[in-house]
């Protein structure tokens, strides 16, 4: 697994506690699903995903995809970033918990910042609000696109 904090094994106990209180079908679907997420290293969207899974030699539709990444979030399993206006992006929320983003929007790069000097305490509290997790969004300019606009100022200077 990724950066999480649960093993898979952990996952799937997780997944069946909230689809057995629910009173949710437990399928092999949802599981494979949940298992290739678990194998993905970072940041994935969905079509990514899909293509994972059908690699993985098990045949599921998009809006099967889509279904359980919904089901996955409501188990509070994976969170859903939003980047750019039309990028959506989800990671395993126990690997969300461990960093911040740091996002180009020059070439849309996404970086992960591990750091310790950006937290927000435990007992943080917001009038009527109960917060699950954080992140941060850092934007601006990466390294590669600071030095592509300077190669280029330089060019038309010459």
Not at 43 to 72: C, G, M, P, W
Not at 142 to 158: G, L, V
């Amino acid at each position: 697994m990724s950066a999480g904090v649960y093993s898979v094994e952990k996952m799937r106990e997780i997944l069946t506690g909230y689809m057995e209180a629910k009173k949710l079908r437990k399928t092999v679907e949802r599981y494979t699903i949940l298992e290739c997420i678990c194998r993905l290293q970072g940041h994935f969207d969905v079509e990514t995903l899909r293509k994972h899974v059908v690699e993985n030699h098990f045949s599921v539709s998009q809006a099967a995809v889509y279904n359980t990444i919904e089901l996955l979030m409501d188990a509070g399993l994976v969170v859903r970033h939003q980047f750019f206006s039309q990028v959506v992006q989800y990671e395993l929320k126990s690997a969300a918990l461990t960093h911040h983003h740091a996002i180009c929007h020059y070439c849309g790069g996404i970086r992960e910042v591990k750091t310790e000097k950006v937290k927000i305490p435990a007992d943080y509290k917001i009038p009527k609000f109960t917060p699950e997790y954080h992140s941060l969004y850092i934007y601006g300019m990466c390294s590669k696109c600071k030095f592509r606009e300077r190669s280029q100022k330089k060019k038309n200077n010459e």
